[in-house]
């Protein structure tokens, strides 16, 4: 496992497709149904007077990611309707109550073809993590199709989390129920970049309803 610093040089904001910059795509898994929330949908849960879907999307195009696609299920309608999504590329999960490793699945089903070398993964209901930590993950080895490059909280790897495209077939086959990538981040530990981010991000999740007191 390689350790970054926090002293990195960042990726200019909107810099994926430039001449000659490798696009690296970024990828909102916004699909849950907020079971423990009563069955609000986490996309539309807001944060600063916007739902979180719209965070999420835009820490993603702020931190130099391009395209972003955005995966909907609980509510999926009610998300296209609701949030603006402009920046974004909406892709459908109908089996989003499987868990997050379909809605991981899906997503980079919907990327396979768009010639991305990389892409971010963020969860939407992270709103503690922006486009700095995005910046840095990116900036670590965003032009490399083999790339996996996480963020770290005090040496504790979480999102964001960069993956090469070469890389996207195996995580696609072993991506199951809520457990995404953690199984294939656990078997190719040795290989990941851990990408300090402390001090930029908070990587708190909104679960429960005492986690609604973090949204603003």
């Known amino acids: 496992m390689r350790v970054h610093g926090t002293d990195g040089t960042d990726r200019p904001d909107g810099a994926g497709g430039a001449a000659g910059v490798p696009v690296v795509a970024g990828l909102v898994l916004a699909a849950g149904g907020g079971r423990r929330l009563g069955g609000r949908p986490k996309a539309l849960l807001h944060h600063r007077g916007r739902p979180l879907v719209e965070h999420a999307l835009s820490a993603l195009r702020s931190g130099g990611c391009g395209p972003v696609h955005v995966v909907l299920g ?3 309608e009610q998300v296209r309707a609701e949030a603006d999504l402009t920046d974004g590329v909406p892709v459908e999960n109908p089996d989003w109550a499987g868990g997050m490793g379909s809605s991981l699945r899906a997503g980079l089903d919907s990327l396979a073809a768009g010639g991305a070398v990389a892409v971010v993964v ?7 993590i922006g486009a700095a930590a995005v910046r840095r993950v990116v900036a670590a080895r965003a032009g490399a199709r083999d790339a996996l490059v996480s963020a770290a909280y005090g040496g504790e790897r979480g999102h964001p989390v960069l993956f090469g495209a070469d890389r996207w ?4 086959r072993t991506a199951a129920g809520d457990r995404g990538a953690r199984a294939y981040l656990r078997a190719h530990t040795a ?7 402390g001090d930029v991000a908070e990587p708190y999740d909104i679960d429960t309803v005492a986690d609604l007191d973090r949204l603003e």
């Open 74 to 76: 609980a509510a999926a």
């Open 122 to 128: 963020v969860l939407v209901d992270q709103p503690g």
């Open 169 to 172: 077939p195996e995580i696609a």
């Open 191 to 197: 290989e990941l970049t851990l990408v300090e981010c």
